[in-house]
Nanobody, 120 residues
Framework: QVQLVESGGGLVQPGGSLRLSCAAS????????MGWHRQAPGKQRELVAH???????NYADSVKGRFTVSRDNANNTVYLQMNGLKPEDTAVYYC??????????????WGQGTQVTVSS
C-alpha cells in the first residue's frame, strides 16, 4: 500500500560524504514521521536519524554533528546527508515511514535498504 525506495548508497573513502534519499509512494493521506535505521553484520539495527512532518529531528549519538536528516513533505521524501564518514558507519541503511493511509489506516513501512560502505 505504501512503498519506500532508497537510493544513494555506495562505496566511499573515510572522510567522504554521501546523500541518501527515500521516496514514499502509494495511498498516503499523511506521514507522521520518516527516518533512517542501519544494521551492520553482527550488530543490532539502530536508529540513525528521525524527522517528523513538522521538522523535529533526533539523531543517534554516534552520528550527531556529522549527519543531517531533512525532508520534502510535498514529495514525501526524506534525505540523509552523511559527512565525515567513518568505517564504523558501514551498514545497510533502511528508510522507515509511518502515518495514515487514504483509507485512514495506520501504516508503518520499510524500504529494502541501501548499502553504505566506508573503506580505503
Amino acid at each position: 500500500q505504501v512503498q519506500l525506495v532508497e537510493s544513494g548508497g555506495g562505496l566511499v573513502q573515510p572522510g567522504g560524504s554521501l546523500r541518501l534519499s527515500c521516496a514514499a509512494s502509494g495511498s498516503i493521506f499523511s506521514i507522521n514521521a520518516m527516518g533512517w535505521h542501519r544494521q551492520a553484520p553482527g550488530k543490532q539495527r539502530e536508529l540513525v536519524a528521525h524527522i517528523t512532518s513538522g521538522g523535529s529531528t533526533n539523531y543517534a549519538d554516534s552520528v550527531k554533528g556529522r549527519f543531517t536528516v531533512s525532508r520534502d513533505n510535498a514529495n514525501n521524501t526524506v534525505y540523509l546527508q552523511m559527512n565525515g564518514l567513518k568505517p564504523e558507519d558501514t551498514a545497510v541503511y533502511y528508510c522507515n515511514a509511518n502515518g495514515c493511509s487514504r483509507w485512514f489506516r495506520d501504516f508503518n513501512s520499510w524500504g529494502q535498504g541501501t548499502q553504505v560502505t566506508v573503506s580505503s
